[in-house]
């Protein structure tokens, strides 16, 4: 006879994770929440879900499966092959409905924040912003969602008391993906699609952004001088690795008043804010005024020849060493590597 | 064409000081200013309107002293300004401030055929206003653009960058709008004149009652979050520090490039 | 629910069939000597081209070819099995098509597609084409989450 799976031992299912593939391999965040949604539901009794939305969307649905997902719940129709929010937010918003989870979450990308709004809006329940933590609440079983608030330096606790479900979107590399196991099993629900509104919002053209500019504040990698890079041509040298990682450059202060970058690449409290996947900051002291811009990336690698620089407080790696040196030899490196 | 741009008034971040001890922002002598992305999405509300005529209303929702927001835009160049005020307003969430946000523009005559917002506040900082104004008047939504032209006279042509992607977009109108990046967005004072901006009938002033909201639908109790408590951010926990030799340092970044899969692993030649 | 399909889905390998994944499903008795089955079996990691299986009839309910494991084991109407670079075709001898499987590689996993129709032994219709994939007809079809471990017909016999 068949052997009984653990899929079969139905359950209810009341973590809901928006599955959000798009810029996919880049774009881990779904899978954090997975992992993080899986604990929270063992907490509450229940399985974690995964919403998955598009046409063709097979291998995203395994990928969810293979890590940690319980309950998948999908549409897979020509009408959504393109993400538009409306056409989403009438889909995801009516199987709420139906299913009726307590907490729904997505990775804070540029979909899921505008996304989600959306759909607490239409189901007229809270939504806390780009959260850094997530927890059940020991004494009062309250699901605490954490936001910074003021640049970073203080966090908020949200909590949405009344309405369900309690929706957050979530900082993406704040929690840590399951290993992807082959054995898993999931259970697969196919629910009825709402009348779909008409698209409006059509997409004309869509190209590789060159342009500098706009996109230092998007930019998966950024890659910072600092007065400590030392003359102009050593800070051409950051332009160079950018371009290797497909990153931007941006600058401190002194960097800028130096000449050796625009006022547009100013990072900090009086320049831009960025959240790159990788930073790489180069001959930076880590004043806060600069880190204020920073906070929100999610690997920081630091490189500075004082071992006692402040910015080490804040990397994921700190390299003590020559701005030059270092930076000559990753290029080297990289290029050989092409 | 009628046009339609929700401000908000921002400490200006800049000057801001936190006080850690007390978990409060320090305000004293911080100047307020028109919240960074909402100046951007003016300017490009300007731009549309030199080039399609019509009329543009400016709305803010604050305390009485944001009509200087209001001010500031008229001079700039806006025909009027809604201040959105009462002391039921105060303490909303998103999903309470877009409400009182539709509801005013729902009131507007003509009704808008495009409304602008910031993407994002520098206070606060959630990006949900927009979309939850769109939502709640029923229009489609254009998220983090940087440019907008005219393509027809019902359709406009946005731009925005998104996930590294240089994107055009077409959209019909009516249409909401949200800014962000917009390189050097000009507001010149002259444009419109202070005089109209201080002259009578300019700014009109709504409450609860004005826009037929109960206490129910507004502020802290329209509200579906709650702050719960403030408490001050850990400081992050460092990671590893390596010193050595310039070659094995840069290896060791390598490994990190590997891992986050922005460079390809090293091919062992045999 | 009405309106709600549901079913299990493999992280590895599954088949797309009545346009939902399945990781293995059955429709008949292999272990009849005489019926119609079809048997897209469950692959564990490590197996990477799935397992077909079945006894196949034309719309007039004669037998076409027994296949067991992808492998022509009856073939009574000469019919032929051509191995594709994606799977395998089945075609009558006057060349038109049985069932063609299609198995589609990703990172992680994959996914078998079928086109194709299939009848049972009185001739009526069990898989029929849709588009470019393939549907189940009727609700006889019974989901596997784990190898089919039951034997065919003509184990059976000797046994
Ligand atoms: C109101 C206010 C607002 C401000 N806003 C901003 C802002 O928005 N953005 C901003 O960036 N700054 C801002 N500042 C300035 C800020 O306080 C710092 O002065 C500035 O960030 C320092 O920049 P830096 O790290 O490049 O230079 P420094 O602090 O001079 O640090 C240089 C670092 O490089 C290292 N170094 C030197 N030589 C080498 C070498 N050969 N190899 C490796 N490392 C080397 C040194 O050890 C040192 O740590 C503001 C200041 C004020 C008062
Ligand atoms: C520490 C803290 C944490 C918070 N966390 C949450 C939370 O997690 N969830 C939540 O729902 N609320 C939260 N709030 C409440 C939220 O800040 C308010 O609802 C605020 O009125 C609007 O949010 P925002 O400033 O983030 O606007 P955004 O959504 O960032 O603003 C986008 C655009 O909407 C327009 N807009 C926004 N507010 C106004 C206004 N008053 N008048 C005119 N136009 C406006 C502007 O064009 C603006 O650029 C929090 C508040 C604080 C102090």
């Known amino acids: ?338 | 064409m009628h046009i339609a741009v929700c401000i908000k008034q921002v400490p200006d971040v800049a000057a801001v000081r936190i006080d850690r001890e007390r978990m409060t922002i320090v305000r004293e002598g911080v100047q307020n200013i028109i919240n960074p992305s909402d100046y951007q999405a003016l300017s490009l509300a300007l731009a549309l309107r030199a080039g399609l005529g019509g009329t543009l209303t400016v709305l803010t929702m604050g305390p009485p002293q944001s009509e200087e927001a209001l001010f500031e835009a008229i001079a700039a160049g806006a025909d009027r300004g809604v201040l959105l005020t009462d002391p039921c307003f105060a303490g909303a969430d998103t999903l309470a401030t877009s409400h009182v946000l539709a509801r005013a523009i729902s009131r507007l005559e003509p009704l808008p055929s495009v409304v602008f917002c910031g993407n994002n506040t520098t206070d606060s900082d959630t990006g949900h206003v927009g979309p939850q104004v769109a939502e709640e008047l029923g229009l489609p939504q254009v998220c983090g653009i940087f440019e907008v032209q005219p393509e027809s006279l019902q359709t406009l042509l946005a731009k925005r960058v998104r996930d590294g992607y240089l994107e055009t977009i077409r959209a019909a109108c009516p249409v909401l709008f949200t800014v962000k990046g917009v390189s050097e967005p000009v507001l010149l004072p002259g444009l419109g004149s202070l005089q109209s901006a201080f002259s009578a009938g300019s700014i009109v002033r709504w409450g609860r009652n004005e826009l037929d909201l109960t206490m129910d639908e507004t502020g802290l109790t329209g509200s579906a979050t709650r702050v719960w408590r403030l408490r001050a951010a850990p400081h992050r926990t460092k990671g590893e520090i390596l010193t050595g030799q310039a070659h094995d340092l840069v290896k060791e970044i390598l490994k990190r490039l590997e891992a986050m899969s922005l460079v390809e692993e090293e091919q062992i030649h045999g | 629910m009405e309106g709600i399909r549901s079913g299990a889905v493999s992280a590895h390998h599954n088949y797309m069939i009545s346009g939902m994944l399945r990781p293995g499903f059955l429709v008949g008795d292999p272990g009849s000597a005489k019926g119609f089955y079809l048997l897209a079996d469950f692959l564990l990691p490590g197996e990477n081209t799935p397992r077909i299986s079945g006894r196949f009839f034309d719309e007039r309910g004669d037998m076409l070819l027994e296949l067991t494991w992808n492998r022509l084991m009856l073939d009574p109407a000469d019919c032929l099995y051509r191995p594709t670079p994606y799977g395998f075709h089945l075609s009558k001898s006057s060349g038109e098509i049985i069932l063609e499987t299609t198995t589609r590689r990703f990172p992680n996993g994959y996914i078998t597609s079928f086109s194709g129709r299939l009848y049972d032994e009185k001739g009526v219709l069990k898989l029929d084409q849709e588009g470019s994939s393939a549907r189940l007809v009727g609700n006889d079809s019974i989901m596997l989450t784990a190898p089919y471990q039951g034997c065919f017909g003509k184990e059976k016999k000797n046994a």
């Open chain 1, 1 to 338: 006879m068949l052997k009984r799976n653990r899929y079969m031992d139905r359950g209810t299912c009341l973590v809901w994770v928006f599955g959000d593939y798009a810029d996919y391999f880049q774009n881990r965040v779904t899978l954090q929440l997975i992992a993080k949604g899986k604990a929270l539901a063992s907490e509450l009794g229940t399985r974690v879900g995964v919403v998955v939305l598009g046409e063709d969307i097979g291998q995203y649905v395994m990928e969810y499966v293979a890590h940690g997902a319980d309950v998948i719940y999908a549409a897979d129709n020509n009408a959504l092959k393109d993400y538009d929010v409306e056409l989403f937010t009438a889909v995801a918003a009516s199987w709420v409905e139906i299913f009726r989870p307590e907490i729904f979450l997505a990775g804070a990308t540029a979909f899921g924040r505008e996304l989600f709004p959306r759909i607490a809006k239409r189901l007229r329940t809270g939504l806390s912003a780009d959260c850094v933590a997530l927890e059940i609440d020991r004494e009062t079983g309250a699901f605490v969602q954490t936001t910074p608030a003021f640049g970073g330096d203080l966090l908020a606790d949200v909590v949405t008391p009344v309405m369900r479900p309690q929706m957050a979107t979530v900082h993406p590399g704040i929690f840590r993906e399951l290993p992807h196991d082959p054995f898993a099993l999931a259970e697969l629900i196919h629910p009825p699609l709402p009348n779909l509104p008409e698209r409006k919002i059509e997409v004309v053209r869509r190209r590789k952004e060159k342009a500098r500019r706009a996109s230092l504040t998007d930019a998966g990698v950024v890659i910072v001088g600092g007065k400590g890079v030392g003359s102009r041509a050593n800070f051409d040298k950051l332009f160079q690795l950018a371009e290797l990682l497909g990153g931007e450059v941006g600058a401190t202060r002194p960097a800028v008043n130096a000449g050796w970058a625009g006022e547009e690449r100013l990072l900090g409290q009086t320049g831009k804010s960025v959240r790159p996947r990788l930073l790489i900051t180069i001959g930076t002291s880590g004043a806060l005024q600069y880190t204020a811009g920073i906070r929100g990336s999610e690997t920081v690698i630091a490189v500075n020849r004082d071992h006692s620089a402040p910015i080490f407080g804040l990397a994921d790696l700190g390299i003590v060493g020559d701005a030059d040196r270092i930076l000559s030899l990753l290029i080297e490196e990289l290029n050989r590597r092409l």
